[in-house]
Nanobody, 124 residues
Framework: QVQVVESGGGSVQAGGSLTLSCTVSGLTFDAYAMGWFRHTPGTERVRVACVDTTGFVTDYPRSTKGRFTISRDDAKNTVTLKMSSLKPEDTGMYYC?????????????????WGQGTQVTVSS
């Protein structure tokens, strides 16, 4: 049974930093690209970072590029998201997921169920 557990969220002021962590169990972690997503009520989940199975190829949308850094530790089945220069628009529930492929695709095809997420709140 695949389980996804996110942690590390919190409340910070604009300009601050947070590091999120996600641990996945029940699948061959190093076989899949991993992504972080943000969800706010009334909107669709948005991908904010992705890392491929090599750990060297990453992908970010314009809104997070240069501020967020994703990394993976296959020995620990963990993917981390370091967020800096946080803005109020970064506020939301953050989730991680594995894709069914080894690379960061344009459209996500999730291999894992959504976890409980971790809340990030950025105040101005």
């Amino acid at each position: 049974q695949v389980q996804v557990v996110e942690s590390g969220g919190g409340s910070v002021q604009a300009g601050g930093s947070l590091t999120l962590s996600c641990t996945v169990s029940g699948l061959t972690f190093d076989a899949y690209a991993m992504g972080w997503f943000r969800h706010t009520p009334g909107t669709e989940r948005v991908r904010v970072a992705c890392v491929d199975t090599t750990g060297f190829v990453t992908d970010y949308p314009r809104s997070t590029k240069g501020r967020f850094t994703i990394s993976r530790d296959d020995a620990k089945n963990t993917v981390t998201l370091k967020m800096s220069s946080l803005k109020p628009e970064d506020t939301g529930m953050y989730y991680c997921a594995a894709d069914t492929r080894t690379y960061c695709p344009a459209y996500w095809s999730s291999r894992t169920p959504w976890g409980q997420g971790t809340q990030v709140t950025v105040s101005s």
